[in-house]
């Protein structure tokens, strides 16, 4: 009977930890995933900033080439509602030195001795073992030496390109755009994904805007598949280094 539950118990944790998936994918390449609506997913939610109070828009004459609502005489292919496409580059190269070096030192001497203490120095002398010399009783000496040094050398470059969609507009006339790009190479697929609000003034003429132009950027690169599955320690060696003290 209790070997009946361990193998139970075996198999229950092997099922949590996705094995049956896992072992049913092998010999097979990774699947990519279906293009979707990005605001029909599950976990995504509008987004909500302040706004500024709405300016009236000014009625054109009748023979006003001028039209309501637009930002310039000619329409250009700038992405500019939702459902457009906008392409982003992504540049970043960042780099970070650090060194810091403390030193502390602290030295400490203290002596206490009685050399006439109403004529009992004498009988002290007499109690203590040894004949001390009652001027120098007590002697403590304290040293205290500390060093730290700390160095940060810190090196990031990601360069890439990425096709984002308009998925809201929002009521000051900014863009929230997000992406998703997925290649597979043999039996690993990498993903690229990215979000973030721009101006459509940030846009150039031929539809590109550069990864310092977008607010609350989010960009994040990674991989599934056997070289990402290799490279991730086993659940095991998880929870051991989170349990174990040493």
Not at 103 to 112: G, K, S, T
Request: glycine letters at 8%.
């Amino acid at each position: 009977m209790t070997g009946r539950r361990l193998v139970v118990g075996l198999v229950l944790v092997l099922a949590a930890c996705g094995v049956p998936e896992r072992l049913a994918r092998v010999g097979k390449v990774p699947e990519l995933r279906p293009i979707e609506n990005p605001a029909e997913r599950p976990d995504w939610r509008p987004v909500q900033l302040p706004m500024p109070q709405p300016e009236p828009l000014e009625a054109a004459g009748a023979n006003s080439l001028w039209r309501s609502g637009a930002r310039a005489f000619f329409r250009d292919q700038r992405a500019r509602r939702v459902g457009d496409i906008v392409t982003v580059q992504i540049t970043i190269a960042d780099r970070a030195q650090l060194r810091n070096e403390t030193v502390r030192r602290r030295a400490n001497e203290d002596d206490v001795g009685f050399a006439s203490l109403f004529g009992l120095e004498q009988r002290l002398a007499r109690m203590l073992p040894g004949s001390p010399d009652p001027a120098s009783l007590l002697e403590v000496n304290s040293g205290l030496a500390q060093r730290g040094i700390g160095d940060i050398d810190r090196a990031e470059q990601v360069q890439l390109e990425i096709a984002a969609v308009v998925v809201q507009e929002l009521p000051n006339g900014n863009l929230v755009i997000q992406g998703r790009q997925e290649v597979r190479v043999n039996y690993e697929v990498r993903e690229i994904v990215l979000a973030g609000i721009v101006r459509p003034e940030d846009i150039t003429p031929d539809n590109r805007i550069r990864h310092d132009k977008i607010a609350e950027l989010r960009v994040g690169y990674g991989g599934r598949g056997l070289l990402s599955d290799v490279q991730q320690p086993r659940w095991g060696a998880q929870v051991l280094d989170i349990l174990l003290p040493y």
